[in-house]
């Protein structure tokens, strides 16, 4: 019995550790401008998949951002070919004169926090997901990396009580 319980605690330890440190970007390729990227017409595809690997959900995004000063909306409509989920969602995201970003979206209870980190930017947010017929409060914690002003990948860690759960992966291409 003491040694589950030990087993159990150093699980914990080491799902909590994985975490990214965004300094280790900032001096990292040009610079990703989230407003500039998502201004217009974007496509994305994406997987959702468990902490074991195995494969929840396939889909595809079409995004649409409009800017008015200092604020991006997006508009997302998801197509599924695994899974199913959200089927629109629209964020309105700020930009802060400290160079931070604060968001909402239609199916998000609390605010979004952003920032960027040389050609990396960071969002976390809290969720309502729903599962099944009940619904889990969890932690998005999106990292997204631009390989060029037209390419991103995002990778985004599912969190709840501080331990992943599942993990998105998103590829985005401005059209």
Known sequence: MKHAFILFILFLVSACSGSID??????????????TFFEGDVKAWGIVQDRDGNLLQRFEVDIKGKIDGN??????TFYYSI??????????????????????????????????FGNAFNW?????????????????????????????I???????????????TIFMEKK
């Open 71 to 76: 604020t991006l909306t997006l508009d997302e």
């Open 124 to 152: 976390r947010y809290n969720m309502d997901l729903p599962v099944d017929n009940t619904s889990y409060n969890v932690t998005f914690d999106d990292w997204i990396w631009a390989f060029d002003e037209d390419r991103i």
């Open 154 to 168: 995002n990778r985004s860690y599912i969190k709840k009580f501080g331990i992943v759960w599942s993990d998105v």
């Open 22 to 35: 965004g300094k280790n970007y900032e001096q990292t390729g040009q610079p990703f401008d989230l407003f």
């Open 83 to 116: 899974g199913n989920g959200p089927t629109e969602r629209t964020w309105t995201i700020s930009k802060q004169i400290d160079n931070t970003y604060t968001g909402s979206a239609t199916d998000i209870p609390g605010p979004a926090s952003g920032k960027g």
